[in-house]
């Protein structure tokens, strides 16, 4: 019995604080399925009505983040006052992600819509919440709407697969993945990338198993649990916007080595391939000035004390 306990102990202790945030995210659904019923609140979920909600909801997200892990964030005056496209690496849990939003809209009272896997759109019990903060699948026309209206637009083009098999390395995984470089040219908009220092050291994922690789990929559904949850340091970084830039030639292409190999729309292809790569380029950059590789849990614990980096 007693080494049972324990054995549960320990396991209760490495996901207490995932299981504390989940928990933290349902009640603020239902929070806001209160006001809405209570206020006979009908209007859409993106309009200004619901920015009270969104405020008592952000102040406390930011107050959790500047308890639990003494959050910063940095580099807000890099962000476009219109559109543009924010490109992020993903942690085992986004939680980071949730402080910046908080955050950008207690500073800026600005709402950005974040583009999320298809799975969180089946969780139950969600949908509210997903609505007021601007959660959506994501599809180009989606995109391209919500930057027309002059919204900023968040994509982590690793998704779920960065989630659960990046680790300490912070390695970005993504793939084939340059839709969103597409986007921002029909659109005609700014890259930002962003990056968030010790991500992965609050936040962990098991070492990669081939069963659990092979699950994710027939299924696309994370099974792999995160765990962890330690009070580490969270800094937020924004980096400089990347513009597109319509005179860049097929000699500057053909240097960075990513020539399309397909004739059709030729010059398409290769201003998307070109913008993938700076995006990517400049996402590793900031994980490479501001990341200490491979991560250290114990060094980001000690950040916490660190007051020469404020």
């Keep these: 019995v007693v080494i049972v306990s324990l054995t549960m102990s320990a396991i209760l202790v490495f996901f207490i604080v995932p299981l504390t945030i989940l928990f933290f995210i349902y009640l603020t659904n239902i929070l806001l399925l209160i006001y809405q019923r209570n206020g006979e609140v009908k209007a859409d979920p993106l ?22 892990h003494g959050y910063e964030l940095h580099g807000v005056e890099n962000l476009p006052e219109g559109p543009g496209i924010l490109v992020y690496y993903h942690g085992a849990i986004p939680v980071d992600y949730l402080y910046f939003l908080s955050r950008l809209f207690l500073w ?42 002059g919204h900023l637009v968040s994509i982590s083009p690793g998704g ?23 986007v921002a040219l029909d659109a005609k908009v700014p890259i930002i990338p962003m990056y968030t220092q010790n991500v992965r050291e609050g936040y962990r994922m098991f070492k990669e198993r081939r069963f659990f ?37 097929t000699e500057e292409l053909v240097e960075k080595r990513l020539y399309c190999c397909s ?34 849990i114990w060094k980001a614990l000690l950040e916490r004390f660190d007051k020469r980096r404020k």
Excluded at 161 to 174: C, P, T, V
Excluded at 227 to 249: A, C, H, M, Q, S
Excluded at 265 to 285: E, R
């Design 47 to 68: 309009s200004d009505v619901w920015d009270s909600a969104r405020k008592a909801i952000a102040s406390f997200w930011d107050i959790y983040a500047r308890i639990w």
């Design 108 to 149: 800026k009272k600005r709402l950005c819509l974040s583009v999320a896997d298809h799975f969180v759109f089946r969780l139950p019990g969600l949908k509210l919440l997903l609505e007021v903060t601007g959660v959506m699948p994501g599809t180009r026309e989606e995109c391209l709407i919500a930057l027309k209206n």
């Design 160 to 182: 779920v697969r960065e989630a659960l098999f990046s680790d300490e390395s912070y390695q970005l995984m993504w793939g084939n993945r340059k839709g969103f470089a597409q």
């Design 213 to 249: 690789r092979q699950l994710y990929e027939s299924t696309r559904l994370p099974f792999t649990p995160p765990y962890g949850g330690l009070p580490v340091k969270f800094r937020t970084y924004i980096g400089e916007p990347i513009p597109y830039d319509p005179n860049i030639t």
């Design 263 to 296: 004739s059709f729309h030729k010059q398409v292809c290769k201003d998307n391939f070109l913008f993938s790569f700076q995006t990517k380029t400049a996402v590793q950059a900031l994980i490479s000035k501001h990341q200490t590789i491979p991560g250290s």
